[in-house]
């Protein structure tokens, strides 16, 4: 019955379907990106009435699934949603084939679905979509030249491509993609200028921000873009999101909680809960454990998700160990084994922790957490408060990486911060934590800075050496990325 449907739909509309981007499909899809799916579901059943043979519904469906399951992360409605997609290529496919939509329209499924197959693990699967989503791209790129939402994705695409280093570029060279971070980053940020593409604006600039964030480490890129958000992070979750990461980058730790404190109502909106989890970390940073608790226990009971769950309970137990309750954190540790998955970065570490039933010195924990939120001054207060250096035995390669990271957010001498670093890295190079790692990496950002490329090579590589540690996907990436960017 379902082929005899597929068969109906596709000679029905083989000769009418065309893809009209009409005043109604772009309301649609300004509610989509404001995360009012009811409301665009609304325009869409209108326009299905109306003008049914219209493929950009399609690709507006595509799109409500796609951010459905990047913010709520519910694995069901992944598994049931994803028998979806190969129907709605087949549809776009008996589109207008003169359309520049057409190719790009199929660009958008395919890359979105792989994205979102990246949540899952479903890393086959993706990297087909990439690279099939890139040769659309291209094709379109070629065929209509004019049309600007190609860059969209390719801008995208070339960003990714430009991370991977240079001796895995040999597979890239079989799929025929190319790019560098500079080169698709600038694409992204030449649509953010162009009037025309003023209804993607925001989409484009989530996007940009989400690549800079995690491509480069670029403060006064970061400071542009959060100025190119303004105050519209009242307005769009999206933005609230990306404008709190930026902020947080920044070390400006009370903008980001009056960023997120004026986040869009949810009323009629698509819950993101993550940004109570964002809350929680921002409160923490500031040692106010008491309404840290709450939003943490907010984001807890209301997300469907896996990812952060473990991190949740890890940063709960975190509380109770700076207020000296034992029982408590040993609790929230259970929680942090039993609950959630350990997929990302931060779940496996909590997860690892509380295997160990593992705390830092609670000195050094109180200083990490005021140098995570740009309490700098304040944090070498705390980290200076001992009595003795003997006070950090079993802790030593801890304390060096901190006095670093806080030296370096105070423009103390950079050959002093690189020894400090240089004696972290010697200390934790057999150890699973990540300061070795991340001191050679902010070596290799500190050479990088002074264009002192070669040094910068020879850290960047030390970083990627190391193995088996905390947060090594999102160390190793950085350091990818750093290598790409003095080769290029």
């Known amino acids: 019955m379902r082929i005899i449907t597929l068969l109906f739909l596709f000679i029905s509309s083989s000769v009418f379907a065309s893809f009209q981007m009409n005043e109604n499909m772009q309301k649609t899809y300004s509610h989509i990106i404001n995360l009012e799916f009811d409301k665009a ?107 600007k939402l190609n860059k969209k994705g390719l801008g995208i695409l070339h960003t990714l491509v430009g991370a991977i280093p240079n ?10 993609m190319e790019g560098s971070v500079v080169s698709g980053l600038g694409e992204l940020k030449a649509l953010l200028q162009d009037e025309q593409m003023e209804l993607y604006r925001n989409e484009i600039l989530f996007l940009t921000i989400f690549l800079q964030l995690n491509m480069t480490n670029d403060e006064v890129a970061y400071k542009q ?23 947080y980058a920044l070390g400006q730790n009370n903008l980001t909680l009056n960023i997120l404190k004026n986040r869009p109502t949810d009323k009629g909106k698509f819950p ?34 896996n990812n952060y769950i473990k991190s949740a309970y890890h940063k709960l ?3 109770a ?12 540790f259970e929680k942090v084994k039993s609950e959630g998955s350990a ?18 010195h609670s000195r050094l924990l109180s200083t990490r957490l005021l140098y995570d939120g740009g309490y700098y001054q304040a944090a070498l207060k705390e980290l200076q408060s001992a009595k003795t250096l003997k006070e950090y035995s079993g802790f030593y390669d801890e304390y060096w990486y901190r006095l670093a990271r806080i030296q370096s957010k105070l423009d103390y001498d950079t050959n002093e911060i690189i020894t400090h670093y240089q004696k972290a890295f010697d200390l934790g190079k057999a150890s ?57």
Not at 118 to 129: G, N, Q
Not at 344 to 349: A, G, P, R, S, T
């Open 41 to 147: 579901n609304e325009l869409l059943r209108a326009e299905q009435k109306d003008n049914p043979t219209n493929k950009i519904i399609i690709l507006q469906e595509n799109y409500i699934d796609f951010l459905t399951i990047i913010i709520g992360e519910d694995e069901a409605f992944f598994t049931a949603a994803k028998d979806k997609k190969s129907d709605r290529i087949y549809f776009l496919q008996a589109g207008d084939e003169s359309s520049p939509y057409y190719l790009y329209a199929q660009a958008e499924v395919h890359l979105q679905w792989a994205f979102a197959r990246l949540k899952f693990e479903e890393y086959l699967t993706a990297a087909y979509e990439i690279q099939k989503a890139y040769s659309l791209l291209e094709e379109n790129q070629e065929n209509f030249p004019d049309f």
């Open 167 to 176: 001796q895995y570029q040999w597979v890239l060279s079989l799929t025929g």
């Open 225 to 247: 873009l959060l100025a190119e958000i303004g105050d519209s992070y009242s307005d769009s979750y999206l933005l609230n999101f990306t404008a709190a990461r930026l902020t």
């Open 272 to 305: 993101f809960y993550y940004l109570d989890y964002l809350q929680g970390m921002s409160l923490l940073y500031k040692l106010d454990f008491e309404k840290s608790e709450q939003y943490f226990n907010r984001f807890l009971k209301n997300f469907k998700g």
């Open 317 to 319: 137990a975190l509380i």
């Open 321 to 332: 160990f700076l207020q000296g309750e034992t029982e408590k954190k040993l609790s929230y």
């Open 343 to 360: 997929k990302i970065d931060e779940d496996k570490m909590a997860l690892k922790d509380a295997k160990k039933q593992h705390t830092t």
């Open 432 to 488: 699973s934590n990540y300061f070795a790692p991340m001191s050679a990496l902010q070596i290799a950002f500190i050479y990088e800075k002074k264009k002192q490329y070669a040094n910068a090579e020879i850290y960047f590589e030390k970083c990627l050496s190391l193995s088996n540690f905390d947060y090594e996907r999102g160390i190793h990436q950085k350091a990818k990325s750093g290598l790409a960017r003095i080769s290029d």
